[in-house]
């Protein structure tokens, strides 16, 4: 598909235990590569916390950092729990409406998390980058989220991994 993922392979990192998260080196000047590139950072303020040590982060103006937020999460189930959530991160720059419960997923789920999204976005005065909605439930939401937000339709390509 012509991604390059810069990452650890699984044999690299068994035994780390508790070491917690070490940055592949090549990560580290991922900014400076041809093209797009796209960080996921993991959950949290402790992912996001990651981008400070990528060379050029703090000065990149190509650089977007989002916050893709899921609403069906405990940290972020109400508009209240988004703002702190986002306010913890360091440098957002829109949010990124991603709420799912895997397989029972439902479009009324999703357009609830699109609400709580955009009024958090508002008071953090942040853009809805998106709504993402699994290619299934795509044809029932049509081009804009109950909000006017953009529709991102997406393939879930590990159906039975833990959400």
């Given amino acids: 598909m012509g991604i390059k993922v810069l990452a650890w392979e699984t044999r690299q990192v068994t035994g780390w235990g508790e070491a917690g998260t070490v940055l592949h080196p090549a990560v580290r000047w991922a ?6 590139v ?39 189930a ?6 702190a959530h986002v306010r913890s991160l360091g ?4 949010l990124l ?4 419960l895997g397989e029972e997923t439902t479009v009324d789920l999703i357009q609830a998390g699109a609400r709580k999204v955009t009024a958090a976005a508002r008071e953090l005065n942040l853009p809805v980058v998106a709504t993402a909605v699994m290619d299934e439930l795509a044809p029932y939401l049509g081009e804009r989220d109950a909000c006017g937000n953009p529709v991102r339709v ?7 991994a833990f959400w």
Wanted: net charge negative.
């Fill in 31 to 36: 900014l400076h590569r041809e093209g797009d």
């Fill in 38 to 76: 796209i960080i996921d950072a993991g959950y949290g303020a402790a992912g996001a916390g990651l981008l400070q040590l990528l060379e050029g982060a703090d000065t990149s103006p190509e650089l977007r950092a989002l916050a893709v937020i899921n609403t069906a999460r405990p940290a972020t």
């Fill in 78 to 83: 109400t508009v209240a729990d988004i703002i």
């Fill in 91 to 94: 440098r957002v720059d829109g």
């Fill in 97 to 100: 409406n991603n709420t799912h």
């Fill in 154 to 160: 997406i393939k879930r390509y590990m159906p039975l």
